[in-house]
Protein backbone atom coordinates (compact mmCIF):
# COMPACT_ATOMS: atom_id res chain seq x y z
CA UNK A 1 0.00 0.00 0.00
CA UNK A 2 1.04 3.60 -0.57
CA UNK A 3 2.73 6.15 2.11
CA UNK A 4 2.53 9.70 2.16
CA UNK A 5 3.68 12.14 4.58
CA UNK A 6 1.32 14.86 6.36
CA UNK A 7 2.93 17.76 8.10
CA UNK A 8 0.28 19.65 10.30
CA UNK A 9 1.70 23.14 10.15
CA UNK A 10 1.75 25.16 13.67
CA UNK A 11 -1.11 27.34 12.62
CA UNK A 12 -3.23 23.54 13.23
CA UNK A 13 -1.47 23.17 16.56
CA UNK A 14 -2.32 26.28 17.84
CA UNK A 15 -5.54 26.27 16.96
CA UNK A 16 -6.70 23.11 18.05
CA UNK A 17 -7.27 21.28 15.01
CA UNK A 18 -5.01 18.46 15.50
CA UNK A 19 -7.30 16.48 16.65
CA UNK A 20 -10.06 17.08 14.16
CA UNK A 21 -7.77 16.06 11.08
CA UNK A 22 -6.20 13.27 12.66
CA UNK A 23 -9.90 12.11 13.19
CA UNK A 24 -10.75 12.72 9.06
CA UNK A 25 -7.60 10.85 8.29
CA UNK A 26 -8.94 7.59 10.24
CA UNK A 27 -12.59 8.24 9.25
CA UNK A 28 -11.61 7.67 5.82
CA UNK A 29 -9.96 4.61 6.08
CA UNK A 30 -6.53 6.09 5.99
CA UNK A 31 -4.17 3.80 8.43
CA UNK A 32 -1.90 5.72 10.70
CA UNK A 33 1.43 4.54 10.74
CA UNK A 34 3.65 7.03 11.79
CA UNK A 35 3.16 9.86 14.03
CA UNK A 36 5.25 12.54 15.99
CA UNK A 37 6.01 15.96 16.76
CA UNK A 38 8.81 17.69 15.96
CA UNK A 39 10.83 21.33 16.24
CA UNK A 40 11.68 21.64 12.72
CA UNK A 41 15.56 23.24 12.32
CA UNK A 42 16.28 25.84 9.66
CA UNK A 43 18.28 23.46 7.33
CA UNK A 44 15.36 20.75 7.60
CA UNK A 45 12.95 23.89 6.24
CA UNK A 46 15.55 24.74 4.00
CA UNK A 47 15.62 21.37 2.60
CA UNK A 48 12.12 20.58 2.63
CA UNK A 49 11.34 23.83 0.66
CA UNK A 50 14.13 23.89 -1.45
CA UNK A 51 11.88 24.56 -4.93
CA UNK A 52 10.35 27.77 -2.76
CA UNK A 53 14.39 29.61 -1.81
CA UNK A 54 13.68 32.68 -4.52
CA UNK A 55 10.33 32.97 -3.96
CA UNK A 56 8.98 36.48 -2.01
CA UNK A 57 7.77 34.48 0.71
CA UNK A 58 10.27 32.28 1.53
CA UNK A 59 11.59 33.78 4.48
CA UNK A 60 8.11 34.31 6.04
CA UNK A 61 7.37 30.90 5.21
CA UNK A 62 10.49 29.57 7.38
CA UNK A 63 9.81 31.64 10.05
CA UNK A 64 5.95 30.44 10.56
CA UNK A 65 7.17 27.06 9.84
CA UNK A 66 9.43 27.10 13.08
CA UNK A 67 7.37 29.11 15.39
CA UNK A 68 5.82 26.12 17.19
CA UNK A 69 6.43 22.31 16.85
CA UNK A 70 4.86 20.08 13.81
CA UNK A 71 2.36 17.45 13.82
CA UNK A 72 4.45 14.94 11.36
CA UNK A 73 2.08 11.41 10.21
CA UNK A 74 2.52 8.67 7.95
CA UNK A 75 -0.70 7.74 6.06
CA UNK A 76 -1.10 4.38 4.29
CA UNK A 77 -3.54 3.17 2.18
CA UNK A 78 -4.59 2.70 -1.61
CA UNK A 79 -3.40 5.65 -3.96
CA UNK A 80 -3.07 7.44 -0.34
CA UNK A 81 -0.86 10.24 -2.04
CA UNK A 82 -3.74 11.41 -4.32
CA UNK A 83 -6.17 10.89 -1.55
CA UNK A 84 -4.86 12.84 1.00
CA UNK A 85 -4.01 15.41 -1.39
CA UNK A 86 -7.63 15.78 -2.44
CA UNK A 87 -8.72 15.86 1.13
CA UNK A 88 -6.55 18.63 2.08
CA UNK A 89 -7.55 20.66 -1.08
CA UNK A 90 -5.62 22.99 -2.78
CA UNK A 91 -2.92 25.47 -1.43
CA UNK A 92 -4.89 28.35 -0.59
CA UNK A 93 -7.18 28.20 1.49
CA UNK A 94 -9.41 30.78 0.22
CA UNK A 95 -9.90 29.13 -2.94
CA UNK A 96 -9.87 25.37 -1.31
CA UNK A 97 -13.56 23.64 -1.78
CA UNK A 98 -15.67 23.36 1.22
CA UNK A 99 -15.33 19.87 2.58
CA UNK A 100 -11.22 19.59 2.08
CA UNK A 101 -9.11 20.70 4.90
CA UNK A 102 -7.59 23.87 3.79
CA UNK A 103 -11.08 24.93 2.69
CA UNK A 104 -12.50 24.16 5.77
CA UNK A 105 -9.94 25.91 7.81
CA UNK A 106 -7.83 28.19 6.33
CA UNK A 107 -8.56 31.33 4.95
CA UNK A 108 -4.46 32.15 3.84
CA UNK A 109 -2.11 30.96 0.85
CA UNK A 110 0.61 30.32 3.48
CA UNK A 111 -1.08 29.43 6.71
CA UNK A 112 -2.69 26.39 5.05
CA UNK A 113 -2.61 23.68 8.28
CA UNK A 114 -0.62 20.70 6.49
CA UNK A 115 1.56 20.19 4.09
CA UNK A 116 1.10 16.79 2.22
CA UNK A 117 3.37 14.78 -0.16
CA UNK A 118 2.57 15.91 -3.89
CA UNK A 119 4.15 12.79 -5.95
CA UNK A 120 5.83 9.25 -5.27
CA UNK A 121 9.03 10.37 -4.79
CA UNK A 122 8.48 13.44 -2.50
CA UNK A 123 6.69 11.10 -0.59
CA UNK A 124 10.05 8.95 -0.22
CA UNK A 125 12.24 12.01 0.13
CA UNK A 126 9.86 13.42 2.77
CA UNK A 127 9.43 10.35 4.21
CA UNK A 128 13.34 10.20 4.94
CA UNK A 129 13.64 14.09 5.92
CA UNK A 130 11.18 13.52 8.86
CA UNK A 131 10.98 10.14 10.03
CA UNK A 132 13.27 7.11 11.08
CA UNK A 133 12.83 3.92 10.32
CA UNK A 134 12.03 3.19 13.92
CA UNK A 135 9.21 5.64 13.46
CA UNK A 136 7.36 3.76 11.45
CA UNK A 137 4.79 0.88 12.30
CA UNK A 138 3.66 -1.77 10.20
CA UNK A 139 0.83 -2.78 12.61
CA UNK A 140 -2.00 -5.23 11.40
CA UNK A 141 -4.94 -3.56 10.74
CA UNK A 142 -7.75 -6.21 10.99
CA UNK A 143 -10.91 -4.13 9.61
CA UNK A 144 -8.67 -3.86 5.91
CA UNK A 145 -10.89 -6.51 4.33
CA UNK A 146 -14.42 -3.97 5.22
CA UNK A 147 -12.05 -0.97 4.26
CA UNK A 148 -11.44 -2.43 0.99
CA UNK A 149 -12.45 -4.95 -1.81
CA UNK A 150 -10.32 -8.18 -2.50
CA UNK A 151 -8.75 -7.18 -5.25
CA UNK A 152 -8.17 -3.85 -3.76
CA UNK A 153 -5.95 -5.19 -0.92
P1 LIG B 1 2.81 23.62 1.12
O1 LIG B 1 1.82 22.72 0.48
O2 LIG B 1 3.47 23.21 2.38
O3 LIG B 1 3.95 23.94 0.03
C1 LIG B 1 4.65 25.15 -0.01
C2 LIG B 1 4.13 26.16 0.96
O4 LIG B 1 4.49 27.49 0.68
C3 LIG B 1 2.61 26.18 0.87
O5 LIG B 1 2.07 25.01 1.39
C4 LIG B 1 2.30 27.45 1.61
O6 LIG B 1 2.40 27.29 3.02
C5 LIG B 1 3.45 28.33 1.14
N1 LIG B 1 3.06 29.19 -0.01
C6 LIG B 1 2.82 28.78 -1.27
N2 LIG B 1 2.53 29.85 -2.06
C7 LIG B 1 2.59 30.93 -1.27
C8 LIG B 1 2.40 32.33 -1.49
N3 LIG B 1 2.10 32.82 -2.69
N4 LIG B 1 2.53 33.15 -0.44
C9 LIG B 1 2.85 32.69 0.78
N5 LIG B 1 3.07 31.36 1.05
C10 LIG B 1 2.92 30.49 0.04
Known amino acids: MEKTVVLLKP ?5 GLVGEIIHRFERKGLKLVALKMTKASEAIIEEHYA ?3 DKPFFAGL ?3 MMSAPLV ?4 EGKDAIAVVRKMAGVTNGRE ?5 IRGDFSISQSNNIAHVSDSEEAA ?3 LHRFFE ?9 TISPY ?3 EDEL
Open 51 to 53: HHK
Open 62 to 64: KKF
Open 72 to 75: CMVL
Open 96 to 100: AEYGT
Open 147 to 149: LYG
Open 133 to 141: EADLHDWDR
Open 11 to 15: DALQR
Open 124 to 126: KEE
